[in-house]
């Protein structure tokens, strides 16, 4: 108990370190890799959301800059892969790691996260409402560590709250058609530690053969 009370108030202390000097010059607010830096973030949505799309958007901007990428998905279920090499990723470069219980895939995200080797690191929760403290806390040290963006997908509302405390940026998900073939992928940011909540941002994508 002793031990983790320790690793959290050096979590929080080194938190508001990062947090003041990103105030003092903030990235831009928008949904890139770059804009969101090393930190817990979580992207939720309902129904036929662009989450997939987006995240596939950051996949791409990592691995455009050389950094390793995972994507940690339910051992039932993932992505479709020709989607994702249609959004610009590298399936070669992307190890896709497939676990039942969303507590088996939040340790491998640990283990990931702590070898300081990865980007960004994506985890698919489902419908996972919170997370523990302590899986909060080591997945958001070893981000703030490594310079990781650890990155949680969620099924839900955007009235219902964030996985916990320790998730830096929040967002909710939408697609809007616009036009004949044609949706926006929008994402509206609900939490954000660094900027404050209320911006949003929008990538246009072509849809897939089965919704055009």
């Not at 979590?11 to 508001?16: C, K």
């Not at 070898?115 to 960004?120: D, E, H, I, Y």
């Not at 009235?159 to 949706?183: A, N």
Request: hydrophobic content about 40%; charged content about 20%.
């Amino acid at each position: 108990m002793a031990n983790a009370a320790i690793r959290l108030d050096a979590l929080v202390s080194a938190s508001r370190t990062w947090v003041n000097r990103a105030l003092s010059a903030p990235a831009p607010a928008d949904w890139t890799s770059a804009a969101l830096g090393g930190c817990l973030a979580e992207l939720s949505g309902t129904g036929a959301s662009p989450s997939l799309t987006l995240a596939f958007g950051l996949v791409r901007q990592v691995q455009q800059r050389g950094e390793p990428v995972a994507w940690i998905s339910p051992a039932e279920s993932t992505f479709f892969p020709p989607d994702a090499a249609d959004g610009g990723v590298d399936l070669a470069a992307l190890p896709v790691v497939r676990l039942a219980g969303v507590r088996r895939r939040v340790r491998a995200a640990e283990q990931l996260a702590r070898s300081g080797a990865f980007g960004l690191l994506i985890i698919d929760l489902g419908d996972c409402l919170d997370l523990p403290l302590g899986a909060q806390t080591r997945l958001a040290e070893q981000a703030l560590a490594h310079g990781t963006l650890v990155l949680c997908l969620t099924a839900k509302t955007e009235r219902q709250p964030s996985l916990g405390s320790l998730v830096s940026v929040r967002g909710h998900t939408r697609r809007t058609r616009r036009g004949e073939g044609r949706f926006a992928c929008q994402v509206r940011v609900l939490k954000d530690k660094r900027r404050g909540p209320g911006w949003s941002a929008e990538e246009w994508c072509r849809g897939p053969d089965g919704v055009r």
